[in-house]
C-alpha cells in the first residue's frame, strides 16, 4: 500500500473554491467560468464535489454529476507539483466511491485525445475508450475521447475496484462512504 501521510477526501466548500480555482488555474488550458463551482455547489443537485487535502492543504479536487443510472465524471485535477504519485488515484477511487453511494449503474467521462495520463488512470480503473467528439474541445479543437466504466457492479470492476481502494491510505475511503453526504 502506497502510504502517504495527512492525506483527507472531504466534500468541497464554498471556502474551498478560491484554492480550487487556482490549481485550475495552473493544470487546466480552459478553467471553468468564474461562478461555476459556485453553481454547481449551491444549485446542481446533480453535482458532487470532493476535493483531498494533505495536512489540511487542498491538492486536489474533483466532482460528478449523478444522472439517472449514470455518473458524469465532470472534473479531476491535481496540484501540479504533486502528480504522478498516486493522488490522482486516490480521487478518482473517492469518485467511484461516490458513484456507488449514489447508486450509479455506469460512469462515464470524457478527456482530451492527448492527455495519456489521465487516459492511462482511468484505464487502471478497467475504463474503455468507447467513442470520440471531433474538436470538441475549442480552446485548441481537440478531440475528447469518451470512457466508460461499463457495470460497476460486474465482479471484474468490483474486483478491480477494490484492489486500487486497497493501493491508496487515505482518510475518507477504503469502504466507508464519504462523510457529511446523505447515503442516497
Ligand atoms: C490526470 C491527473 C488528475 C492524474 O493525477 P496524478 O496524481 O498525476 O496521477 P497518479 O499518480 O495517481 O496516477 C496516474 C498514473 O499512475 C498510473 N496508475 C495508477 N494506479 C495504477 C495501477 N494500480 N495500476 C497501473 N497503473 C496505475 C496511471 O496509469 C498513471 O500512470 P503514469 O504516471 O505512467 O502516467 C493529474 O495528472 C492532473 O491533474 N492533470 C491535469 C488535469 C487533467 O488533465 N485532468 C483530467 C481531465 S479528464
Redesign the pocket.
Same mark, same amino acid.
Given at each position: 500500500m502506497q502510504v502517504i501521510p495527512g492525506l483527507v477526501i472531504e466534500r468541497m466548500r464554498e471556502e474551498d473554491i478560491a484554492q480550487v480555482q487556482a490549481i485550475e488555474r495552473e &493544470?487546466?488550458l480552459t478553467p471553468w467560468p468564474k461562478n461555476a463551482y459556485h453553481r454547481e455547489l449551491s444549485q446542481n443537485r446533480q453535482a458532487s464535489y470532493i476535493v483531498l487535502r494533505r495536512e489540511g492543504e487542498i491538492v @486536489?479536487y474533483g466532482g460528478l454529476w449523478k444522472v439517472g443510472d449514470e455518473a458524469h465524471v465532470t472534473? &479531476? @485535477? +491535481?496540484r501540479a507539483v /504533486?502528480? $504522478? $504519485? #498516486?493522488? #490522482?488515484? !486516490?480521487?478518482f477511487a473517492a469518485l467511484v466511491q461516490r458513484a456507488y453511494v449514489l447508486g450509479a449503474r455506469w460512469i462515464t467521462? *470524457? +478527456?482530451?485525445n492527448s492527455? /495519456? $495520463? !489521465?487516459i492511462?488512470?482511468y *484505464? !487502471?480503473f478497467g475504463f474503455k475508450v468507447i467513442g470520440r467528439r471531433r474538436g470538441y474541445y475549442t480552446d485548441n479543437g481537440e478531440d475528447a475521447i469518451i470512457m466508460w466504466s461499463d457495470s460497476i457492479h460486474a465482479p471484474a470492476f468490483k474486483r478491480n475496484f477494490v484492489q486500487?481502494l486497497g493501493?491508496v491510505d487515505v482518510s475518507g475511503l477504503n469502504g466507508t462512504p464519504l462523510p457529511d453526504y446523505p447515503q442516497s
Amino acid at each position: 500500500m502506497q502510504v502517504i501521510p495527512g492525506l483527507v477526501i472531504e466534500r468541497m466548500r464554498e471556502e474551498d473554491i478560491a484554492q480550487v480555482q487556482a490549481i485550475e488555474r495552473e &493544470i487546466f488550458l480552459t478553467p471553468w467560468p468564474k461562478n461555476a463551482y459556485h453553481r454547481e455547489l449551491s444549485q446542481n443537485r446533480q453535482a458532487s464535489y470532493i476535493v483531498l487535502r494533505r495536512e489540511g492543504e487542498i491538492v @486536489g479536487y474533483g466532482g460528478l454529476w449523478k444522472v439517472g443510472d449514470e455518473a458524469h465524471v465532470t472534473t &479531476i @485535477g +491535481v496540484r501540479a507539483v /504533486d502528480q $504522478h $504519485h #498516486g493522488l #490522482g488515484r !486516490a480521487l478518482f477511487a473517492a469518485l467511484v466511491q461516490r458513484a456507488y453511494v449514489l447508486g450509479a449503474r455506469w460512469i462515464t467521462l *470524457e +478527456v482530451r485525445n492527448s492527455n /495519456d $495520463h !489521465a487516459i492511462r488512470l482511468y *484505464e !487502471a480503473f478497467g475504463f474503455k475508450v468507447i467513442g470520440r467528439r471531433r474538436g470538441y474541445y475549442t480552446d485548441n479543437g481537440e478531440d475528447a475521447i469518451i470512457m466508460w466504466s461499463d457495470s460497476i457492479h460486474a465482479p471484474a470492476f468490483k474486483r478491480n475496484f477494490v484492489q486500487m481502494l486497497g493501493s491508496v491510505d487515505v482518510s475518507g475511503l477504503n469502504g466507508t462512504p464519504l462523510p457529511d453526504y446523505p447515503q442516497s
